[in-house]
């Protein structure tokens, strides 16, 4: 790769600097660069994510590249739009986080518990420090405040005030230092070093890659849409569509799984009072459906209808998004030839883990789960570790997975960073995640997915007769692998606190070829008996 290339070039070129600054406790010294015009070739810029991979400033390193452009011509706009600068900046840290999210954010605090004193550089591609994720789509959506874009204060769980923010207060990143609206662009492991898009130089002793995933698109939609149409992950993209849900008249969301169900709930109950038409868009049969079994499925996609007034329209693809011919709204063609117009359109389609920077250190990928693939003590290769969303790592319980869940980012962040001290501690951790629906709550553990064998169990309500049919108000979804009805995964639904009990369960690694084994598994708290489990799915 050509900037790996250039970086060995650096290397060399520098090495009687770094010996002057090794005494230096954060080693940030200047190199002179050649004065040797370039080639306009040579010179140009190498644009990726938004980043620079390569300028004429590393271009200079290189001996053959700098023999190269010293056969240019010196004159004319070329050689003076493409200038070499007389300066450029290396900086050694003992310990780099590439990701500012939950586990870049979690790994840098427990690398200040375990070594106070060590050098920190925490990168973030985005403008805004270190965040929680999951209230984007949740509990910000719930407050009344007409200036929760602004403050990004929720109420959580217990009732109490928090904040969307990780951080406490300054304190949390004494002695780190943080690079906001900073990309990574290149690696090279060989050399322990990082390119930065505005041009440094990273040098490391021990590399965490923490940068989450990339929204899906649809190739469906045309670029002519421009900014009516858009994915939805970030702070940024709450606060855009916080004031969309104040002022459109209709929004479409496309996708019927996490996101696209709770932010459809979101902006259907914050854009009542004015009016707000949301629709959301699935090709699947109903909201959640490569999750829930049929019926809970079912269930949930009515109290999206009802409780949210949300349009809610299965097994629609969307063929063609195009502006309309006033460009004051977009136009969506399903696969059935029904057309929508709409002032706004979120794409909540899954997400792509962001591997970029592990492509161009040439570590290696899981074709199958995607993502960087990492040991079980989240180590890459030597010196390199993943964490989060990006992490493919093996689950000694479910086998090679990638998760993406809150639980998941805070525990593998910490995990990460613990090892990257000179532990080797497997990740053993199984993740948990929760979700709420309008009304509807729930957590689960482990490999949540319809495709697997599910029986439920379901306390039945006070009174009820015992042939009465399961009402799903509480009770305890266990999913079971078709090959050998072992407990892949554990649904609880409204009932909390059961997360522990269901992570043994799976564990244990226990077959139930008998469904009514599964009973007692999980103690519901109510007097009532659960009721016989459902027929496997």
Known sequence: MLSRHLLKGLRSAAQFERNLASAISRRTFTVSTTSQPLSSQRASLLALGGGILASAAFLSWNSAKAEEASAAPAAGPAAANNATPTDHKVVKYKYVIVGAGTAGFAAMKKLRELEPGASILLVGAEGDQPYIRPPL????????????????????????????YLANSAEDFKGVDLMLNTRATDLDPARKAILLSEGTIVEYDKLLIATGG?????PTVSEA?????????????????DRIAREAEHVVVVGGGFLGTELTVGLGLRGKPHGLKVTQVMPEPGVMSMVFPEYL???????????????VLTGRLVADVEPTSDGRQVELTLDDGRKLQADHVVLAVGIRPNTL??????LELDAANGGILVNSE??????????????SFYDRTL?????????????SGELAATNMTGKAESYSHL???WGDIGSLGYEAVGQIDSRLDTVGVWVKPEGAADDAPPTYERGVVYYLSPKDQTVRGVLLWHEFGKVDEARRIIKRGRAFPNAADLKTQITLDDDAAPEAPAASS
């Not at 990339?214 to 649809?218: E, F, G, R």
């Not at 989240?378 to 992490?391: E, F, K, P, S």
Request: proline share 3%; net charge neutral.
């Open 225 to 241: 849409t421009g900014d009516r149409v858009s994915t939805y992950r970030t702070l940024e993209d709450f606060r855009r569509m």
């Open 378 to 391: 989240l180590q890459a290769r030597t010196g390199i570790y993943a964490a989060g969303d990006v992490a």
């Open 214 to 218: 990339k929204p899906n698109w649809l």
């Open 357 to 362: 920077l592990a492509e161009r250190g040439d």
């Open 137 to 164: 789509s949740k509990e910000l959506w719930k407050s009344a405040d007409p200036k929760v874009a602004e403050n990004l204060k929720f109420t959580a769980f217990d009732g109490t005030e928090a904040s969307a």
């Open 399 to 411: 086998g090679r997975r990638r998760v993406e869940h809150h639980d998941h980012a805070v525990h």
């Open 431 to 433: 993740p948990f995640f």
């Open 297 to 311: 499925s079912q269930l949930a996609t009515d109290v999206v209808r009802k409780e949210a007034g949300a349009t």
